[in-house]
T-cell receptor, first 114, second 111 residues
């Protein structure tokens, strides 16, 4: 089974800290995504990557950056955490190809910024 | 991506079939129907997808009407662990990298 692993389930950080959220997938998927999920707002795409060292902005990239140095790993970085970045963060991966595949999501990281 | 409409909540008894409907009357010919679910405090989980024909896998069955304007996800023998929010999504494969979830249906499986 495809597995997407997020390094932490729960995190508490202070305002202004630099925060790293790590995501690793084990099925050689080309595409990886970072979403955040907030009540009433659904899933919102922050960044995605379709290849190593490639990245594209999603709908809400402000305050975030990403890194993809290896195919299996996609990191989300909060440059200077703020309270409005308190949220559930979800990483997902998906292969590219002729077949229609669904996304595989990690279990999520619930980040609280105090 | 076409808009979908789902009932906000449903319930069913454990061991019985759960039938979750979804309306997608503006679906285009090249759009697929996907179903995901999200168990509390976990990431969404892919369940099944289809284009025209009915589909079945180890998790569920997907019934798509002939005009493709609606579909039903069937969990044949619901268990307590199937309690989750179920999302019906209609999209063209690779049309964009965004996966847009609506409000979904909150399914409660009763003991």
């Amino acid at each position: 089974d495809v597995k997407v692993t997020q390094s932490s389930r729960y995190l508490v950080k202070r305002t202004g800290e630099k925060v790293f959220l790590e995501c690793v997938q084990d099925m050689d998927h080309e595409n990886m995504f970072w979403y955040r999920q907030d009540p009433g707002l659904g899933l919102r795409l922050i960044y995605f990557s379709y290849d190593v060292k490639m990245k594209e902005k999603g709908d809400i990239p402000e305050g975030y950056s990403v890194s993809r140095e290896k195919k299996e790993r996609f990191s989300l970085i909060l440059e200077s955490a703020s309270t409005n970045q308190t949220s559930m963060y979800l990483c997902a991966s998906r292969p590219t190809g002729g077949r229609v595949y669904g996304y595989t999501f990690g279990s999520g990281t619930r980040l609280t910024v105090v | 991506d076409a808009k979908t409409t789902q009932p906000p909540s449903m319930d069913c008894a454990e061991g019985r079939a759960a039938n979750l409907p979804c309306n997608h009357s503006t679906i285009s010919g090249n759009e697929y129907v996907y179903w995901y679910r999200q168990i509390h405090s976990q990431g969404p989980q892919y369940i099944i997808h289809g284009l025209k024909n009915n589909e079945t896998n180890e998790m569920a069955s997907l019934i798509i009407t002939e005009d493709r304007k609606s579909s039903t996800l069937i969990l044949p023998h619901a268990t307590l662990r199937d309690t989750a929010v179920y999302y019906c999504i209609v999209r063209v494969m690779d049309s964009s990298y965004k996966l847009i979830f609506g409000s979904g249906t909150r399914l409660l499986v009763r003991p």
